[in-house]
């Protein structure tokens, strides 16, 4: 039936079941269920294999990180356990692993191509169909008219129709032209089951003789309408029906697997969410960096979002990152969720987002239906991710520590474009930082000392020299606090209703202001932050720190040169402007007190704790505020059973505890008043209570 050449360039065969994917509503996917050997698993390819190109966009991305903790601790001794382990109980013994699933995915030298290769004119003989996607693969079936046959539709580019035919569901002949990182024709690429296939390769390397015996089912799926010609085809209809590119295919197949699968851990417990908008706000923002950013790679390997440790992926962790896919997604959801409506424009589609019998018009940003999803999408693509970006590339404080990591990475280039041990080592390292490929000190040492060469040049590059310490700017606590106050600083903003490209201006600005001369307000060295930030220059990690370093940014609004530059990258004029420079100012310095109120209750009650144990302060001041804390206790007792009225209680011991944290007091004002470039003094009342004040 085949000429030889054509059955030549097809290296790959397989016979199995048949089967096609589809209802009324999706687009349609066609499946072989094949069993492979161990020695077979050659031919399926991980994600990671492939190398990120204009076409592998995030979504992709996300399937190339391997969780190596769960293959060594779980999956490897799951199956290789087994010869080692005699259960009492023969069911205890049972192992299995469920299919592999693997994509066609046709390539041109590793690339990932938009479209396979346009299907060539059937061949039917003998009972026997032929569809061949010209030098990608072939299918060849079993025709028949039966009510069991599988209905299939093949699309004749030349004629520009389509034809129905019946075939069989067992056997089929699956033909394919795998290649492998030069060449042209397909790859088998597992979009569920990467572990399992790890798994399997390192223990058939390892022990052959293990795996001698068994099998391993592979179910092979592709997508047969997703041709050029077809595409072509479908876009000059009326109305335009498009046909997706099969990375956007299979990019959506890959996230629907594993939107049912066992729950992950780390950043991916943000990154696989389908339905909460912070999540999809996460994923949106690195794929704008992967596609938009013009250092692309660069600026993506800036953003930690592949951490699986739980712990670890709530904080910034690696010397060279940014920020962190753990402290965006929080803080979105805690800070800037209540003021989406406005983020996200969602006046402009309003109409959109609830079906017409939806009276109630019910929207939850954390649990989107099918119908608001795409919708939310795209708001947030167009608006809150611009936000994003602006926020963590424009100010000086995050752009000056792209720019020394871009340096270093042309320097690491440079030295991958040269021969030898150095170059094969820098060349690894550029794979692991821009590409995510492992990288073992066990297995590559070179490659890891040149990596913690690169580490030791970015700190010594930003000034750091303790491998703990970390710019305040990537601080996780410092992030959630500068989320925290542009939550503030929209909610102050809102009703003049800028654009949020003017609003990310504004802000970003702000940000500048504060970040000034290296951060140098939030150093520990700061009056104003002993007791609440830092203890023993130690930084403290919880809501009262956090709270201030918030609180410490919009201080600035008090500075009048910030307050009249943020109104006017806000687009305000006239008496409007006057009004809103007036407002953020006074917001501003209702900040700044704040800070002063929190710091004297905080500085009030370390003396109070340690002052019996204070060497510092002379035996007899130590004897005199102990008796008059005495007599204090005392009326407090008397007052709590109506012996007294409380205006009696004796106000001695406070009086002698203002005494001596007035300097302390007087020194954080004047430091606040000096970094603020303030022109009034900053005098808090202890009694002014809560942050209500603040938002009046």
């Known amino acids: 039936m085949d000429d030889f050449d054509s059955a030549s ?111 060539l004119p059937h061949k039917e003989e003998n009972g026997q169909l032929v ?16 009510v069991d046959a599988i209905s299939i539709t093949s699309f004749n580019s030349a004629k520009g129709d389509f034809q129905n035919y019946r075939v069989k569901r067992n056997p089929a002949r699956f033909q394919a032209r795998l290649t492998d990182e030069a060449g042209s024709g397909v790859r088998l690429v597992v979009v569920d089951g990467q572990h399992r296939l790890v798994t399997l390769k390192s223990l058939y390397k390892a022990n052959p003789q293990l795996m001698k015996d068994m099998s391993f089912p592979v179910c092979v799926v592709y997508a047969p309408q997703c041709t050029a010609a077809l595409s072509a085809y479908n876009e000059a209809k009326e109305p335009h029906e498009i046909i997706p590119k099969i990375h956007e295919v299979f990019r959506k197949l890959f ?111 954390q649990q989107l239906t099918l119908r608001q999803k795409p919708i939310i999408e795209r708001q947030i693509r167009q608006n809150l991710v611009p936000l994003l970006h602006a926020i963590f590339s424009r100010p000086k404080a995050f752009s000056n520590l792209s720019d020394i990591f871009s340096k270093l990475i042309k320097k690491l280039k440079e030295e991958a474009d040269k021969t030898g041990k150095s170059a094969d080592a820098a060349h690894d390292v550029l794979e692991h930082l821009l590409e995510y490929a492992n990288l073992h000190k066990e297995d590559n040492r070179a490659g890891f000392n040149r990596k913690s060469d690169f580490e030791q040049e970015f700190r010594k590059a930003i000034g750091i020299e303790d491998t703990e310490e970390r710019p305040i700017q990537t601080r996780a606590i410092f992030q959630k606090a500068m989320f925290e106050a542009l939550g503030e600083f929209i909610k102050k903003t809102k009703r003049w209703n800028t654009s949020i490209d003017k609003l990310a201006t504004a802000y970003c600005f702000l940000l500048d202001e504060a970040l000034k001369n290296d951060g140098e307000i939030f150093i520990p060295e700061r009056v104003y932050l002993s007791y609440v930030v830092y203890t023993q220059r130690r930084l403290n990690v919880n809501a009262e720190a956090r709270k201030t370093l918030s609180r410490l940014v919009l201080a600035n ?75 204090k206790n005392r009326d407090v007792q008397k007052a709590q059973k109506g012996e007294i009225d409380t205006s009696k209680i004796s106000k001695r011991f406070d009086e002698m505890v203002d005494e001596r944290i007035y300097a302390d007091l007087k020194e954080a004002r004047d430091q606040l008043k000096n970094f603020l470039d303030l022109d009034v003094e900053i005098v808090a009342d202890p009694a002014s209570g809560t942050d209500q004040e603040l938002n009046e």
């Open 9 to 119: 360039i097809f290296n790959f065969e397989r016979q199995g079941s048949f089967g096609v994917f589809k209802t009324e509503w999706s687009f349609p996917l066609d499946y072989y269920l094949l069993s492979f050997k161990p020695e077979e698993i050659k031919y399926l390819t991980l994600a990671k294999d492939l190398k990120p190109s204009k076409n592998l966009n995030f979504d992709m991305l996300l399937q190339r990180d391997i969780d190596e903790r769960r293959i060594e601790e779980d999956l490897k001794p799951y199956v290789a356990g087994i010869q080692n382990l005699k259960k009492d109980d023969a069911a205890e013994g049972a192992i299995f692993f469920p299919p592999l699933l693997a994509a066609i995915v046709p390539v041109q030298d590793n690339d990932i191509l938009d479209f396979y290769n346009d299907q």
């Open 131 to 146: 569809l061949e996607w010209e030098s990608h693969f072939r299918s060849t079936y079993k025709t028949e008219s039966s």
């Open 255 to 365: 996230l629907d697997v594993n939107q049912t699968a066992e729950r992950v851990s780390g950043h991916f417990e943000y990154l696989l969410s389908d339905v909460d908008s912070s999540a999809i706000a996460c994923r949106q923002y690195c794929k704008h960096l992967l596609e938009k950013d013009p250092r692309s790679k660069e600026a993506l390997a800036q953003v930690e979002w592949n951490v699986r440790n739980y712990k670890e992926a709530k904080n910034i962790t690696r010397d060279y990152s940014i920020t962190s896919i753990g402290v965006i997604a929080p803080s979105l959801t805690d800070y800037l969720s209540p003021h989406y409506e406005y983020l996200l424009n969602l006046d402009e589609v309003s109409s959109e987002l609830y079906d017409s019998d939806d009276e109630e018009r019910r929207l939850s940003f």
């Open 557 to 631: 609004l008090r500075s009048d040169h910030v307050a009249a530059g943020i109104v006017n990258r806000l687009g305000l004029e006239g008496q409007e402007a006057q009004l809103a420079e007036s407002e953020l100012a006074q917001f501003g310095l209702a900040n700044s007190k704040k800070i002063i109120e929190v710091f004297d209750l905080r500085r009030r009650a370390a003396f109070v704790k340690l002052f019996n144990t204070d060497l510092s302060l002379p035996l007899e001041d130590r004897q005199a505020l102990q008796a008059a804390l005495e007599i």
